[in-house]
């Protein structure tokens, strides 16, 4: 009964049953109990699982595998509450560390942006001959891609090769990624032609990079081969298609994608489409437009849609709009930290001191900063991290010498520019 309801999305219930078996006398939880409603926990994304997690301990299962693993699965699906610092003490506290046990951290790692300990953790298991499957590959060629190295990116690609792993369709979408993420989209679609086009993955990443690249027209046509292939659409293809169209600047296709998937191909609305087509719309100045579509929209916006109109009022200045959007993104994440950025940046683009100073006050109020940019650099196979005004580069001072003799030979020039009120982006 646990795990049915586990296994058909009925959390709550579970966790009641849970309550109710805890209760029951002569009834102790085994094996089954633990990972049963320890995957209900993580679907639930709510912090009782830490309790669950004691019980386990309490329990003597700590260092079972299945239950290990089942609570890394929910450590690592936690989100922006992600605890991979918990989901690693379970990992070490494994007495047998199978396939699962090391692809849920590397992909845990990869997932919530933490690429650099991803690729330390693929490296680990090479080095211990733990065998590498697609999710294993995927996981590290999604990192190299967040930290731009291809040359690393390359080296997994031949380990790729070597596996037998290069037409699965979850590695080559990840080949085809990492390559037009780097802008070398010869080799991506050489990745491409070597995937299993069967399914729509590879489909779909190939059109991301040339939508990334503004090659609106080299999206059209796989759509067209799509259509000829009856390869099956998914909401990802149109959500390419319209960022395509977008990127390119071509607001009346993307307007009539907009306006057709659902009806002509059958692929109802999400989120994800109406942000790209507001994205579409503010891009071009059709900021008026890009509101009415958020008008029209079957359910109540997110913060991803309030932001992108944020971020098209920003680039054409759109001061009055701003503040609406800023207020409803407040309302709904008064702690992202990226709303009080670029509100900052609008003032003081416009000369708003007062306005702007009341922002960042606020940001200090609530204990909120900026995030940190960072820069990466490849160097003779080393990577070198950066962010503004590091000090923490072991050749920090050599680094500092070289830029004050080049600032010193090649004084930067002064930019002279007439002010229109409108902020480029």
Not at 179 to 195: I, N, P, Q, R, T
Not at 251 to 267: A, Q, R, W
Not at 337 to 357: E, K, P, Q
Not at 412 to 422: D, E, I, S
Request: proline residues 3%; negative net charge; glycine residues 8%.
């Amino acid at each position: 009964m646990l795990a049915a309801y586990a296994t058909h999305g009925m959390e709550h219930e579970a966790m009641g049953f849970f309550a109710s078996m805890m209760q029951a006398s002569g009834v102790e939880p085994d094996m089954y109990s633990f990972t049963s409603i320890i995957s209900a926990c993580a679907e639930h994304r709510d912090h009782g699982g830490t309790v669950i997690h004691g019980l386990v301990i309490k329990n003597g299962f700590e260092g079972v595998t299945p239950i290990c693993n089942a609570l890394i699965a929910m450590y690592t699906r936690f989100g922006e509450n992600c605890m991979m610092e918990d989901a690693y003490k379970c990992f070490d506290s494994l007495l047998l560390k199978d396939t699962v046990s090391w692809n849920s951290m590397l992909t845990g790692y990869s997932q919530h942006s933490l690429s650099a300990d991803a690729l330390r953790f693929f490296r680990c298991m090479q080095s211990k001959n733990i065998r590498t499957d697609e999710f294993a590959f995927s996981a590290a060629l999604r990192s190299c891609s967040d930290l731009a190295l291809l040359r690393l990116g390359r080296q997994i690609h031949g380990l790729v090769i070597h596996s037998g792993f290069a037409s699965n369709k979850f590695v080559s979408s990840s080949l085809i990624f990492m390559y037009s993420k780097s802008g070398v989209l010869d080799d991506a679609m050489e990745s491409f032609e070597e995937a299993d086009k069967s399914s729509s993955v590879p489909w779909n990443s190939m059109m991301f990079g040339y939508a990334q690249h503004g090659q609106a027209q080299a999206v059209r046509s796989l759509f067209n081969e799509m259509l000829k292939l009856k390869v099956p659409l998914d909401h990802i293809t149109f959500v390419g298609l319209i960022t395509a169209c977008s990127h390119a600047g071509l607001v009346d296709e993307g307007s009539e994608i907009l306006n057709t998937m659902e009806t002509k191909y059958g692929i109802p609305l999400r989120m994800e489409h109406y942000a790209c087509g507001i994205d579409l719309y503010g891009r071009a100045g059709q900021l008026d437009k890009a509101k009415e579509l958020i008008d029209s929209m079957p359910f109540e916006p997110d913060a991803m849609v309030w932001m992108t109109l944020l971020g098209a009022c920003r680039i054409h200045g759109n001061m009055e709009l701003a503040s609406d959007v800023a207020s409803h993104l407040l309302e709904a994440e008064p702690r992202q930290h990226s709303t009080y950025v670029l509100l900052s940046s609008m003032y003081s683009g416009l000369g708003m001191w007062s306005n702007r100073a009341f922002v960042q006050k606020e940001m200090k109020n609530k204990g909120l900063s900026k995030v940190p940019g960072w820069s990466w650099i490849e160097v003779k196979n080393e990577v070198h991290s950066f962010n503004a005004e590091d000090g923490s580069h072991p050749r920090m001072d050599e680094i500092y010498e070289m830029l004050s003799l080049l600032l010193h030979n090649f004084p930067v020039q002064p930019v002279h520019q007439k002010t229109t009120g409108a902020i480029d982006c």
